[in-house]
């Protein structure tokens, strides 16, 4: 970073003052770099809260949603109200030579967000407003919240299946649910965003301006061009949708695993599904349970003829089928496991008095995108692996979930989000009862999920959704983005030159 942008905030008897940077006029002053952060001056130019490891409160500031990164010790966290502060974190930081961390939901499964120097943290940037014909959402909002904002007035974002997930990781990666196949990925709804670069200049991004920056938000993840602090949204009009739940005993995975992507891939779009096969425990012996569930946005009758269909391509009945017509707001929240709480309660535990979501100890996962079904050559294959190597105590699952429809009718560059032809993603999870699991209980996970992704690496596409963030994974450039990687740096470049945002994972 060249000695011209770089500053320190600096206290004085008679206040703070301000200079420009770039055309910014923020709560600085020149100085030369100490040895010692400031971190006083810092607290006193934000108007939201900075937590430091001597602060009462700080264990939880640091907390993402999976416990596993709990021993990542950041020197701070900045938990930003507005882009005002946003805008002096990222100067700070780089005066004083800081790593910087973004964090919206806490959800990034590589724990890229956080790290050991200064988080900056967007929740509290959570309001919702509705206009007209559009939504503007902060970058903070999590799911439950816009729920609950929303389901009222007969509107729906183009949301996920996690009811703590912030809007700013969530959307920047791409974003899908259960209204993905016909309505398309969350970040095709984007019309405009408020972006902070590192430079410190807070622009506003859209087709009209900013335009290479627009393009890369929509599927260039988070955490790489600058910090989005709000999104302007078209909204979804819907009030109300049919959830479904069958099940099957695990000797039917394979089958139900095999009919059922080909009837999701045929399906209406209004068909939103996914599959869980899985065990609390794989001690020897172990037997999954089959869970095929989704939402469908139509009768109960019209699901029914779909669920028949599906039932006889299984060749095995469900041992049990179920059925609901419900609002919009309360089908949700039955996804969410939040039927029996409030939307103050259906939040990560510690975060707000109120909130009971529990939050995730040891958990790995490995996936990748399919285009076309697996054949019976490769179902084979995929539980095979599933059942090999049983060891008690470990949580073991194949995920599914299922793409497609209007997702796909978008041209695979013209956004960020290549992923245009994917019909489904499939992927193995192991989790651990205790966020510090032993070493050698840490290598039979990643063996075990390293032999699953093997295992159906073949018959994919050869790309993973870069929101199921894949640490172990050397190709990630071309998993996640394939041909729009080149482009990417290119922007990268232009935005961020010094490559201040990075992280493992990180463009440039």
């Avoid at 969350?186 to 335009?211: I, K």
């Avoid at 096969?277 to 699901?303: E, H, K, R, Y």
């Avoid at 419900?326 to 909130?355: F, I, W």
């Avoid at 499939?426 to 205790?434: E, I, V, W």
Wanted: aromatic share 10%; with cysteine; charged share 15%.
């Amino acid at each position: 970073m060249s000695v011209s942008r770089r500053f320190v905030l600096k206290a004085a008897a008679t206040g703070v003052a301000s200079v420009a940077l770039g055309g910014v006029m923020s709560p600085l002053v020149w100085a030369a770099s100490t040895s010692t952060v400031p971190w006083s001056v810092l607290r006193a130019c934000l108007d939201g809260d900075l937590v430091l490891p001597a602060d009462p409160g700080y264990d939880q500031a640091k907390q993402l949603a999976g416990a596993q990164y709990d021993g990542i010790s950041p020197q701070a966290v900045a938990f930003c109200t507005s882009a005002d502060d946003v805008r002096t974190c990222v100067l700070f930081a780089q005066d004083n030579d800081l790593p910087v961390a973004l964090r919206s939901g806490g959800h990034s499964p590589g724990g890229f967000s956080t790290g050991t120097g200064l988080v900056v943290d967007v929740s509290r940037m959570n309001s919702v407003s509705v206009g007209t014909g559009t939504v503007t959402i902060g970058a903070g909002v999590q799911q439950v919240d816009a729920l609950a904002a929303l389901a009222p007035q007969g509107l729906a974002l183009a949301g996920g299946l996690c009811p703590t997930v912030g809007a700013a990781g969530f959307i920047q990666g791409g974003g899908f649910g259960w209204l993905t196949r016909r309505y398309g990925m969350a970040c095709d709804h984007l019309v405009s965003a408020q972006v902070v670069l590192a430079n410190g200049c807070v622009v506003t991004c859209s087709e009209q301006e900013e335009s290479d920056l627009f393009w890369a938000i929509r599927g260039g993840c988070g955490g790489n061009f600058g910090v989005v602090t709000s999104f302007e949204v078209t909204p979804i009009q819907i009030t109300r949708l049919v959830n479904f739940t069958l099940t099957w005993p695990g000797a039917n995975a394979g089958d139900v695993l095999a009919a059922w992507q080909d009837w999701m891939i045929d399906g209406p779009v209004e068909l939103g599904s996914g599959i869980s096969i899985q065990t609390a425990d794989a001690a020897p012996g172990f037997v999954p349970q089959v869970i095929m569930f989704g939402a469908w946005q139509g009768t109960t009758a019209s699901l029914d003829v779909l669920l028949d269909a599906l039932v006889t391509a299984v060749g095995a009945a469900p041992s049990t089928r179920t059925v609901q017509d419900l609002t919009y707001r309360d089908a949700m929240m039955q996804r969410y496991n939040c039927s029996d709480k409030t939307v103050e309660q259906c939040h990560r535990v510690g975060t707000s008095p109120a909130a009971v979501l529990p939050r995730f100890n040891y958990l790995a996962e490995r996936g990748r995108m399919f285009s076309a079904a697996i054949p019976a050559t490769g179902i084979s294959a995929i539980m095979a692996a599933y059942a090999a190597d049983p060891v008690a105590g470990h949580s073991r699952a194949i995920h599914v979930a299922g793409f497609g429809g209007e997702a796909n009718a978008v041209a695979r560059t013209a956004t960020a989000y290549v992923h245009r032809d994917a019909e489904f993603t499939l992927s193995f999870s192991d989790g651990l009862p205790t966020s510090t699991p032993s070493a050698s209980d840490q290598a039979v996970t990643l063996d075990w999920v390293g032999n699953g992704f093997t295992a159906l690496d073949p018959y994919s596409n050869g790309e993973t959704y870069q929101n199921f963030t894949d640490k172990y994974l050397d190709s990630w450039r071309s998993a996640y983005y394939a041909e729009n990687y080149p482009r990417l740096v290119t922007v990268k470049q232009s935005y961020d030159p010094h490559r201040f945002f990075t992280y493992a994972q990180a463009v440039g």
